[in-house]
């Protein structure tokens, strides 16, 4: 089955720091979600981003479909950053929403 | 974006006991919802995928009879954990996608402990 793989695993931030989080996918898809799980377990939702470049506020994210990779950039990091991210992705042949979740990033931002 | 919303947030039942878990969409109608179990540290695993008024479809390796899904309108599917045991706890969090948008919108989860 398909594959994703997020990188780095965990990440320790000074607060104002910049960051590039990347997640890698085996096979062709038709959706990529990043997500950001906070302490008490709520995913919230961060970008929709089958491909192509977003942004919202401090935070970014790119994916190239053609190259099965995508990128979520955060840039003055807060605090309130801290958490798991993880991006998921649905298949072609699956049905839309059905997702596969890498393992996380787990980013941790230091005052 | 779309509100998903799943009750209850924690619960605590004795082994051999049966848990219902409600998620619910409550701006749209959900077409699909979907259940993931999250243990600790872990990522997210899908159990089943929910139609309505249809039979849920489970992952390869999930017991159906334990782990009864019911989605019986366009905005609520329940999951009933039945005769839970403590291997059962865990974190379990639902997911909706509308009529023409296949962007998932999570609950906030339920925190299943079973002593």
């Known amino acids: 089955g398909i594959q994703v793989e997020q990188s780095p695993p965990d990440l320790i931030l000074q607060e104002g720091a910049n960051s590039t989080l990347r997640c890698n996918f085996s096979?062709?898809?038709?959706?990529l979600q990043w997500f950001h799980q906070n302490p008490w377990g709520q995913l919230i939702n961060l970008f929709y981003i089958p491909s192509g470049t977003k942004q919202n506020g401090r935070l970014s994210a790119t994916t190239v479909a053609t190259e099965r990779y995508s990128l979520l950039y955060i840039s003055s990091s807060q605090t309130t950053d801290s958490g798991v991210y993880f991006c998921?992705?649905?298949?072609?042949?699956?049905?839309?929403?059905?997702?596969?979740f890498g393992q996380g990033t787990e980013l941790s931002v230091k005052p | 974006g779309a509100v998903v919303s799943q009750h209850p947030s924690w619960v605590i039942c004795k082994s051999g006991t049966s848990v219902k878990i409600e998620c619910r969409s409550l701006?749209?109608?959900?077409?699909?919802m979907f259940w993931y179990r999250q243990f600790p540290k872990q990522s997210l695993m899908l159990m089943a995928t929910s139609n309505e008024g249809s039979k849920a479809t489970y992952e390869q390796g999930v017991e159906k009879d334990k782990f009864l899904i019911n989605h019986a309108s366009l905005t609520l599917s329940t999951l009933t954990v039945t005769s839970a045991h403590p291997e059962d706890s865990s974190f379990y969090i639902c997911?909706?996608?509308?009529?023409?948008?296949?962007?998932?919108?999570f609950g906030q989860g339920t925190r299943l402990t079973v002593v």
């Open positions: 096979d062709s898809v038709n959706n």
């Open positions: 997911s909706a996608t509308g009529v023409m948008n296949t962007e998932a919108f």
């Open positions: 701006d749209f109608q959900a077409t699909t």
């Open positions: 998921a992705v649905d298949l072609f042949y699956n049905q839309g929403g059905k997702l596969i």
